[in-house]
C-alpha cells in the first residue's frame, strides 16, 4: 500500500528565510505526489503535483518541491517564508485501483513563521 | 466557475442520530470523492463516487453510506452517530479517469456529535 510520512509536526520560520517541510513515501510503481495547504476553517486547496518530468515541480504563491527518487522524499520548498504561509501542510500520494484513484494523507506538518 | 461547494458548514448531532452531508463538484467534475479529517490528523479516504456508483471506498463501517446524482452532486449518509464520527467532512472532485487530474476540496462540513 502506499503511504507518506511527514517526520516533522512543527516547522519554524522567521519571515523571509527560506522554508522546508519535509515528505517522504513509500509507493509500489511510479509515485504520483501532491502537496495541499490548509489554512484554519477551510478545506485544502492544492499547491502542487509530480506526475513525471523535471524533479522541482513549481506551485502556486511561490511554493515548490523537490522530487527525489533515490531518497523518496519530496519535500516543499520556498525561497523568502511569508507570515500568511502559516497554514497546515498535507502531503499525499495517489493510489490507483481500477482506473479509480484516492489520495493518501500525511499527518500534515504545522508552518508558523514568525515576523 | 464555482469550485467545490458543501453544505452545511456546522452541524451538531447526539449519539445514534443520523446525517446527511451535501457536496455540488466543481464545473465540470465527475468524479466526487469523501474524506473525514478529525481533529489532529490527515484526511482518511471514505469512499468515491462516479457514473452514480461507489467505486472505491476505504476502510469505513456501513453506516457510512452515499450517493451520486446525475448532475454529479453527491451526499454522504451517517448512521448510528458515534462520538468518534466527529471530524471535518471534506469532499473533492475530479476527472475520472483522467490519469493525471487533481482533486479539488470543499471547504468542509464540521459535523460535531454530542
Known amino acids: 500500500a502506499q503511504s507518506v510520512a511527514q517526520p516533522e509536526d512543527q516547522v519554524n520560520v522567521a519571515e523571509g528565510n527560506p522554508l522546508t517541510v519535509k515528505c517522504t513515501y513509500s509507493?509500489?510503481?511510479?509515485?504520483?505526489l501532491f502537496w495541499y495547504v490548509q489554512y484554519p476553517n477551510r478545506g485544502l486547496q492544492f499547491l502542487l503535483k509530480?506526475?513525471?518530468?523535471?524533479?522541482l515541480v513549481k506551485g502556486s504563491y511561490g511554493f515548490e518541491a523537490e522530487f527525489n527518487k533515490s531518497q523518496t522524499s519530496f519535500h516543499l520548498k520556498k525561497p523568502s517564508a511569508l507570515v500568511s504561509d502559516s497554514a497546515l501542510y498535507f502531503c499525499?500520494?495517489?493510489?490507483?485501483?481500477?482506473?479509480?484513484?484516492?489520495?493518501?494523507f500525511g499527518a500534515g506538518t504545522r508552518l508558523a513563521v514568525h515576523p | 466557475d464555482a469550485g467545490v461547494t458543501q453544505s452545511p458548514t456546522h452541524l451538531i448531532k447526539t449519539r445514534g442520530q443520523q446525517v446527511t452531508l451535501r457536496c455540488s463538484p466543481k464545473s465540470g467534475h465527475d468524479t466526487v470523492s469523501w474524506y473525514q479529517q478529525a481533529l489532529g490528523q490527515g484526511p482518511q479516504f471514505i469512499f468515491q463516487?462516479?457514473?452514480?456508483?461507489?467505486?472505491q471506498r476505504g476502510n469505513f463501517p456501513d453506516r457510512f453510506s452515499g450517493h451520486q446524482f446525475p448532475n454529479y452532486s453527491s451526499e454522504l449518509n451517517v448512521n448510528a452517530l458515534l462520538l468518534g464520527d466527529s471530524a471535518l467532512y471534506l469532499c473533492?472532485?475530479?476527472?475520472?479517469?483522467?490519469?493525471?487530474?487533481?482533486?479539488?476540496f470543499g471547504p468542509g462540513t464540521r459535523l460535531t456529535v454530542t
Open positions: 463516487y462516479y457514473e452514480e456508483e461507489e467505486r
Open positions: 509530480y506526475i513525471t518530468g523535471d524533479n
Open positions: 473533492a472532485s475530479s476527472l475520472v479517469p483522467v490519469e493525471r487530474a487533481e482533486q479539488y
Open positions: 509507493v509500489s510503481g511510479n509515485p504520483y
Open positions: 499525499a500520494v495517489r493510489e490507483d485501483s481500477g482506473g479509480y484513484n484516492k489520495l493518501i
